[in-house]
């Protein structure tokens, strides 16, 4: 029995500019983040590490090289881990976005024509590729724990095929920055053993 590890990266420029970065290159993790970043990295070394696995995103794999090196694992670029592709959406902030179209995010999750007519990846295709590459891992690492660092909709896209949860439910859940959510795997079925986990010093910040 082995643990699948999603690893959310740490607080990046546009997370706290409120920005739909989506996969624009150059969008950095603050000093906040690499704080963060490094505090998690410390959590997995008692975890029994074997694999770490990154999207190719700057802030992504930043977060996954700090604890790669904490725990002394190579990191390996896997693009099915890579951050939404936002469409016309791309660098756009949140409150321009809401004004000028709404509540996307909940369209996102209710699977609305209208995201994939603005070139925005559907949930759908998302967990599709997450899900391909949980399962290419478990017989790469049987019963090993490995660590996926990836961003907030691939692991909500990971959570929604464990547990069944609304739009609104996903919509209204915030997977923290640097937080570790842990699936347990057994003969290709999976249990939720974690969410939101992260250095304890951290659950009485807005995050």
Do not use: C
Not at 37 to 52: G, H, K, P, V, W
């Amino acid at each position: 029995m082995g643990q699948i590890i999603f690893l959310r990266h740490g607080q990046a420029k546009n997370n706290t500019e409120r920005i739909l970065a989506g996969r624009t290159p150059g969008v950095p993790l603050t000093d906040v983040g690499i704080k963060q970043a490094e505090q998690t990295a410390e959590l997995l070394e008692d975890m029994n590490i074997s694999a770490i696995y990154s999207s190719p995103i700057q802030r992504a794999k930043h977060t996954a090289e700090i604890a790669g090196k904490h725990n002394s694992i190579d990191v390996i670029i896997d693009e099915r881990l890579i951050e939404l592709d936002m469409g016309k959406f791309t660098g756009v902030s949140y409150d321009e976005i809401f004004t000028s179209h709404g509540n996307v995010f909940m369209k996102f999750y209710n699977g609305e024509l209208e995201i994939a007519h603005n070139g925005i990846e559907t949930f759908t295709d998302v967990k599709k590729r997450v899900y391909s590459i949980v399962n290419e891992v478990i017989e790469k690492h049987p019963d090993e724990n490995v660590v996926l660092v990836t961003h907030m909709d691939p692991i909500k896209a990971m959570l929604s095929t464990v547990v069944d949860l609304s739009p609104t439910n996903l919509f209204e859940l915030i997977i923290a920055n640097a937080s570790l959510n842990i699936f347990r795997e057994n003969n290709h079925k999976f249990s939720l053993s974690g969410i939101n986990v992260m250095h304890s010093s951290r659950f009485d910040q807005n995050w």
